[in-house]
Each structure stands twice: as C-alpha cells, then as structure tokens.
C-alpha cells in the first residue's frame, strides 16, 4: 500500500516575508516554502535574498524598509496585491541610553519596525479581504510585552507592532483574516550577536560576561532561542489550523515574562 499523499498546509498560497534573507526570516521562508507556499523573499540584501528565492522556488523583492517612501509608492501595490501571508519579520536594533541615543537611530528603528509593517498590512488587507483570507504575523518579541534599559527605540516599536497586530485582528476578523504576533526572547542570530558589544559598553562589563548576565538573566531555559523554532509557530499561525487565532501574542521566550 502506497503511503497517503501529504497534505501541504500552504498549498497554493502566496507569502511574503521580509527580513527573509537570513536568520528568523530564512528559518520562516524555508518552513513555507516546505509546506507548498510560493514565497517572497524581502530583503535589503538583495543578493542573499535572490539566493535563497532561488533555492526554494520563490521570487526575491529587494527593499529597504528603512525607506518609508518606497513603501507609498504606488508601485507598492501590485507586490502586495496577492499576498496571502504577510510576515513581518525585519528587524534593527541599537544600543545606548536614552541621554546618548541618537535621535536618527530612533527614527529608523521605528520606521523599520513599526513605521513598515504599518504600511505593508494596509497594502495587503484588500487583497485579503477580496479573496476572504488572510494570515498577518508579526514577528514581536518578548521586548514588546517587557521593557530592558538601553532599548528605548526596540522596546518601543516593539510595544507598538503588539498595538498594530490587535487593532488588524479586529478590524479584519469579518474578512477571514488573521493578526497575531509571535514574541520569541533572545534568538541565534547576527542581530543578537552583533548587540554584544554594545550591551557589553552600555552595562560596564566583559563581552563574555553578556550572554549570561544580560542575554539569559530573566529566560528560566538558559540557552538561546533557534530560528526553526520560531519559524514552526509562525508556520502553525500562517496555517488553516489557526484560523480562530488571532489577536493573540505567543511568546516563545524560556519563561522570561513568567515573572
């Protein structure tokens, strides 16, 4: 007897991941594409990101977030116009207390973090609504539930992005459309790793010391979060077994805002 064909959860779908070059966002894109979504591939890193289109049969979009212009321009609409999964994945961060944290740095960060998935959800919502589903899911983190000194900018755009995904949830609900956010604690990435010499400036001690006293101190699981791990919870969100999900944060943070 022939084993049963396997029943691929995104089948036909349409997904768009940004930050979807490397780390949380590659883990994302591959898990999709596994499960039969046909997937874009965003990124600033637009070598990296044709790379990886090419590797699992998806189509790159090379953007920088950063530039909110470039995502009011009308030519922002026909990317988005067939998204059925929108994964905001794309993330920056900086370092410093707030007496010396550059007002530019803020602005960025927000822009990239709250400012775009701002703008990329209003693009996507009326191909949603039209075609009666839709999958939103923000990639938040424990920073957007807890606040840490020296991340006035993350800590703040992250709390927003928590704000963003409920107001979507609510008002897309009628249209078979899902907003949830996923709140991973510290995971292996460049990004986490290239905060460790900053942490290590802005607390006074080794940078051997971070990852102990700084990375890990609240997580009651002493290691890092992988990117597969959160890929599978956003693949389970962006899924039809999540279908009455929505306006919910999952935190996949070790037991840190257990406390």
Not at 62 to 83: K, Y
Not at 117 to 134: H, I, K
Not at 180 to 194: A, I
Request: charged share 20%; proline share 4%.
């Amino acid at each position: 007897m022939s084993a049963p064909e396997r029943t691929l959860a995104l089948r036909g779908r349409r997904a768009l991941v940004t930050g979807g070059a490397s780390g949380i966002g590659e883990a994302v894109v591959r898990a999709f594409a596994a499960e039969g979504a046909f997937v874009v591939v965003a990124d600033r890193d637009g070598p990296r990101a044709e790379a990886l289109a090419a590797s699992v049969g998806g189509e790159a979009w090379t953007i920088d977030l950063g530039d909110a212009a470039a995502l009011t321009d009308d030519s922002l609409q026909p990317m988005l116009e067939g998204v059925d999964v929108l994964v905001n994945n794309a993330g920056i961060q900086h370092v410093a207390p707030i007496e010396e944290f550059e007002p530019e740095w803020f602005r960025q960060i927000l822009t990239v973090m709250l400012e775009a998935p701002f703008l990329l959800v209003r693009a996507a919502l009326p191909g949603m609504y039209r075609r009666g589903w839709g999958r939103i899911v923000n990639v938040s983190s424990v920073h957007g539930l807890r606040a840490s000194a020296f991340k006035s900018a993350y800590v703040a755009a992250k709390h927003g992005l928590e704000g963003l995904s409920k107001v979507t949830a609510l008002e897309a609900a009628a249209y078979g459309v899902t907003s949830n956010c996923v709140s991973p604690g510290y995971v292996r990435t460049s990004l986490v790793e290239k905060q460790i010499a900053q942490q290590a400036a802005a607390h006074g001690f080794a940078e051997s010391e971070v990852l102990a006293r700084v990375m890990l101190t609240e997580s009651a699981i002493k290691r890092l979060v992988e990117p597969e791990e959160v890929a599978a919870l956003v693949l389970w969100l962006a899924s039809p077994a999540a279908a009455m999900v929505t306006g919910s944060s999952y935190t996949m943070d070790g037991g840190w805002s257990a406390r």
